[in-house]
């Protein structure tokens, strides 16, 4: 009797392997949506629409981007959290909701380590400080200086309460112990818009939302946050190298899939993801946005979203920010 149930239950399993291994070869079947938690243009968008794109051509499906825009990309997240875990909504992951979000919204419908299965990060975005006319300094050390001499004068501008570049910015004044005030709006082109303007004195962005402005000579570009400086402004310091050793930045972004997304789908996709990255015109493409190829496994980008989580949640705590 015991050899029967054991031959039966190995025989179950081998049946929901086949399943699974049926089902993974069959995907995708219907479209497929990559959410996006911000409006078309910027580094998530693009990347989603690039990926999109050549997924296409590396799967025989259909791959469809949707913008889900608010509350910091929250929005967009708890929809894709909530979604049927089957590998047909996946969500263009980044910092914001799937790093920061967790610590500084203290009624988060969706846990950013445990609501998700992650497929792959997918790019690095390297994030830079910006100024516009309010600040004479052309360089990081001259702008220190200026910010130092004049206390209470300069302001930083944000995307909004608690995103990325909020925090980049509470890094910053904190780590070299500046008075600026910290001005919020509601996205980064409104921010940039009045940075330019000389509304606000400068800001932290990325690169691929920068550039277009840095090369038209409308923002001035006085360092880059990231570890490394970036290919795109190869004579732009960090601000690790000039004023605060150790100071590190950068977005990044990801595929993740509703938690409970079979092994097999999420393989599948990362499989794909990584030959559409390995692409030299995908990647050249990329580098002419500001962006770095930053393929890897599922479980790589897991520990990543921890560590990441665990990084700015320290910075949020520290600085007292709290969502609105």
């Not at 975005?125 to 130092?148: F, H, N, Q, S, Y």
Request: hydrophobic share 45%.
């Amino acid at each position: 009797m015991k050899t029967i149930i054991k031959t039966t239950w190995c025989c179950a399993i081998a049946t929901a392997t086949l399943i699974a291994g049926v089902a993974a070869a069959a995907y995708p079947d219907k479209p497929v949506r990559i959410v996006v938690p911000y409006p078309p243009g910027g580094a998530s968008d693009t990347t989603a629409r690039l990926l999109s794109e050549k997924l296409k051509q590396v799967t025989g499906g259909t791959f469809v981007v949707e913008n889900r825009p608010g509350a910091n990309g929250n929005i967009a997240a708890e929809m894709v959290a909530k979604s049927p875990a089957d590998g047909y909504t996946l969500l263009m992951a980044n910092v914001g909701p799937n790093a920061i979000s967790q610590t500084i919204y203290p009624h988060l419908n969706y846990d950013v380590n445990k609501s998700f299965a992650p497929i792959g990060q997918t790019t690095t975005v390297p994030i830079v400080l910006v100024a516009g006319p309010k600040v004479k300094a052309t360089d990081i050390k001259g702008l220190v200086a200026e910010v130092k001499t004049n206390p209470g004068k300069y302001t930083f501008a944000s995307a909004g309460n608690g995103s990325s570049n909020h925090l980049v910015g509470e890094m910053f004044k904190s780590g070299l112990k500046l008075d600026m005030m910290h001005v919020p709006y509601k996205g980064d082109g409104p921010a940039m818009t009045d940075v330019m303007a000389g509304q606000v004195s400068m800001m932290f962005t990325t690169a691929v939302a920068a550039r277009p402005y840095i090369t038209g000579g409308k923002l001035k570009l006085i360092a880059v946050a990231s570890k490394k400086r970036v290919p795109a402004f190869p004579g732009a310091p960090t601000i690790s190298e000039t004023v605060l050793p150790g100071f590190e930045a950068s977005s990044w972004g990801g595929l993740v899939a509703p938690a409970g997304t079979s092994a097999e789908i999420v393989k599948h996709l990362n499989a794909a993801m990584v030959k559409v990255l390995a692409m030299p015109e995908v990647k050249e493409k990329l580098s002419m946005l500001g962006a770095e190829v930053a393929a890897s496994k599922p479980e790589e980008f897991a520990r990543y979203i921890k560590d990441e989580t665990d990084k700015w949640g320290a910075v949020a705590k520290s600085a007292n920010v709290v969502a609105e």
